[in-house]
């Protein structure tokens, strides 16, 4: 059975992603005639592998990671060699459109014409974005590598050591007679807790596709026959002699060996199982993912306001799901006349501003010290008003030193008062 898939068409995959061009894979730099290391011959041997013998790759964006699996002597591929990716721009989901940042999800392939030796990022190679089912989609974009130097933007990224014996393993496989090989890229490794956990994203569907060309790798060890037709993937499928898939046309009756429809049967069965569980039981909360095409447009006129040098926030706008945008507060700009005038509008503005809080803060200060002035003046007379009073008190006293004090007056007079009447009650016998 596998070696008949072989023979329909299954391909191989390596990693690309950064802009290239038609370099010869006889124009090779010297970082790209680097041997593999010996350990991993030394391991390739082991498990029944030849240097030149065909390769794949596959990617997992969650998990940062890109696996390489070479061919073995009996036609079935295993993992030879995984690498932690250093950066992929965007989010979980696929590349949408031209500017999205999007590092791409699917299946794709590299020929000799799209190994990049003199790339401006060490080493790359064009992953194929966009493929038959991109277009059929309406998808677009260009230039997306695997490459070195640890940058991306739409890209998977990796160090220059990395990428270094990536593209060796894609040398040596063409040079060993492959014609192309294929590149996986997943959003995660699909097994059925993370499907579960996924299970509501916009994307699921996109993702459900490409978990069939995940499983028929997973069954049979043998990169799956890729098709497409009805703007959908279908892999492993075989068409009537002189019928062909049209990417954007209905999908042709199609056959497909036995053994491979039982043990996809089998497969499926223990992952539905799997899954039930999965679903009913707590997980890992998901990661962020793309909002499908409307998410996409806006992180795409981001992108071009900032390739004409306008001033953008840092990073790219977010769509939120009750609708919103998330936009960061600190703003960049790339250096251009256009970046420039922005930035001497921005820099007029925020002069004025600071001139206007400048007043107002100068207003207000001014008007605190006219109240404190005034309020210092009334206290200050009353203070004295206070103090004119007291003097002429004591002036008064001072003039008449044996008048008695008010109270003593009054008790003078009530004595003298007394004494009369006690007189006059004596004169008439009272």
């Known amino acids: 059975m596998f070696a008949k898939l072989a023979r329909t068409g299954v391909l191989i995959a390596a990693i690309g992603v950064a802009g290239c061009n038609d370099s010869s894979m006889k124009d090779f730099a010297p970082e790209a005639n680097k041997p593999l290391p010996d350990k991993i011959l030394s391991d390739m041997q082991a498990k029944g592998m030849i240097r030149t013998s065909s390769v794949m790759a596959r990617i997992f964006k969650e998990e940062g990671k890109l696996e390489i699996w070479k061919a073995k002597t009996n036609g079935r591929y295993d993992l030879v060699a995984s690498y932690d990716i250093c950066k992929w721009s965007g989010k979980l989901g696929p590349k949408y459109t031209e500017g999205d940042r999007q590092a791409p999800e699917g299946f794709y392939t590299v020929r000799p014409s799209q190994m990049n030796p003199r790339s401006n990022y060490h080493l790359s190679f064009n992953i194929g974005f966009p493929n038959a089912y991109d277009r059929a989609n309406g998808r677009t974009g260009q230039n997306l590598m695997v490459h070195g130097a640890c940058s991306s933007s739409g890209c998977y990224s990796m160090t220059d050591a990395q990428i270094e014996q990536i593209y060796a393993f894609g040398r040596d496989a063409f040079q060993g007679g492959q014609t192309e090989f294929q590149i996986q ?87 539905d199982a799997a899954y039930n569980s999965a679903v009913k039981s707590s997980a890992v909360a998901p990661k962020p993912t793309i909002s499908g095409i409307k998410e996409a447009s806006i992180v795409s006129d981001w992108s071009k306001r900032r390739a004409r040098g306008e001033r953008v926030p840092i990073d790219p706008p977010s769509l939120n799901t009750d609708g919103s945008v998330t936009e960061t507060t600190r703003m960049g700009r790339i250096d251009s006349p256009a970046g420039r005038k922005m930035a001497a509008l921005d820099a007029e503005k925020e002069a004025k501003r600071k001139a206007e809080e400048q007043r107002v803060a100068a207003i207000e200060a001014a008007k605190a010290a006219k109240e404190q002035a005034k309020a210092q003046a009334l206290a200050e007379k009353e203070a004295a008003k206070q103090a004119a009073q007291q003097q002429v008190v004591t002036a008064g006293v001072e003039a008449n030193p044996a008048q008695p004090a008010p109270e003593q007056a009054a008790d003078a007079d009530q004595g003298t008062v007394s004494k009369l009447k006690k007189k006059l009650l004596g004169m008439f016998g009272g």
């Open 185 to 271: 890229a997943f959003p995660f490794r699909m097994t059925a807790a993370n499907m579960a956990r996924y299970r509501n994203d916009p994307n699921y569907d996109f993702w459900k596709m490409l978990k069939v060309g995940y499983d028929n790798f997973e069954i049979t060890k043998v990169p799956p026959k890729v098709d497409v037709c009805e703007k959908r993937y279908v892999f492993n499928q075989v068409a009537p002699e002189g019928t062909a898939f049209d990417p954007t046309g209905p999908c042709p009756a199609t056959t497909q060996p036995d053994s491979l429809k039982t043990a996809y049967a089998n497969y499926e069965k223990s992952y």
